[in-house]
């Protein structure tokens, strides 16, 4: 009776403690913060792409004056690791106490996307079923996760890279998840660009330490880069895979429609669908 009680105790324990929200939101890159330099009425922006991506960046500040030359200016373009020094000339009342604030994005919206086949994202031989397909109503209903597909893995089940390409993007230090929208930036994932079709492919709800990549590392087309979790926003063990390209939006990026090798078109996938090699 006593090892009964002790096992209700722990979960209620695991149950209090997985519905905490974390107090610290991760990034998935490191962003180097912009080394900006005030001198009379000019502003030097010196920026840093860290990754194998295009990144956009756009400014604001505290100042009217200036706002409109950042305005003007727009979404500033970073090339795949390759730094960028922005000068902006001949603005009024600007001085040390001038304040910026800025927020990046990935890729490149100008430039033409290739379609391609994915693989499917888990290994040869296995077989999982759809549990959540495109524009349903739970989470796939945003632009920024409209076409994703929800396919049953388990917790330590491996994640295949759908595209060869660079690793952009790692979060893998997050341990709960749960049903409420809160959860939503708490997943932990990993991005993946490939720069010949300009496609970005997602790979969520990662378990802790999940991640067999890093940023940084080059990939292949069905190479193992995760293990399956349960974080973020879900009540159940799965792969949330998106695809996605760069958008102006709030997000930087917007779900498209894919197919997977074999056949398998996304916005035709439904619940209870088996997808396998």
Not at 67 to 81: F, Q, W
Request: hydrophobic fraction near 35%; aromatic fraction near 10%.
């Amino acid at each position: 009776m006593k090892r009964v009680v002790l096992y209700f105790i722990l979960i209620l324990i695991f149950s209090c403690v997985s519905q905490k929200i974390p107090s610290k939101k991760l990034s998935q890159i490191q962003f180097t913060t912009p080394k900006i330099k005030i001198d009379s009425n000019h502003i030097k922006i010196e920026l840093e792409n860290p990754v194998h991506s295009p990144l956009r960046v756009v400014f604001k500040s505290n100042n009217q004056s200036l706002n409109t030359e950042l305005d003007k200016l727009g979404s500033i373009e970073l090339s795949a690791k390759l730094d960028t020094i922005i000068i902006i000339k001949s603005i009024a009342n600007i001085d040390q106490n001038t304040k910026f604030n800025y927020n990046w994005y990935f890729g490149n919206t100008s430039r033409t996307i290739e379609q391609i086949k994915l693989a499917l994202p888990f290994p040869r031989g296995k077989k999982y079923k759809v549990v959540q397909g495109n524009n349903t109503n739970f989470t796939h209903n945003t632009d920024y996760s409209r076409y994703a597909v929800d396919l049953d893995l388990k917790i330590g089940d491996t994640i295949c890279s759908a595209t060869n390409g660079f690793v952009v993007g790692v979060i893998d230090k997050y341990k709960f998840g749960g049903k409420s929208p809160k959860w939503r930036d708490y997943a932990n994932y990993i991005t993946i660009y490939d720069p010949t079709s300009g496609i970005y492919t997602q790979y969520v709800h990662l378990t802790e330490n999940g991640s067999l990549v890093k940023v940084g590392d080059k990939v292949k087309q069905g190479q193992a880069i995760g293990l399956c979790g349960m974080t973020g926003r879900t009540y159940s063990e799965h792969l949330h895979f998106n695809c996605l390209i760069p958008a102006d939006n709030s997000d930087g990026l917007k779900s498209i429609s894919f197919e997977f090798i074999g056949g398998y078109q996304s916005e035709a996938l439904k619940k209870d669908d088996i997808l396998g090699h």
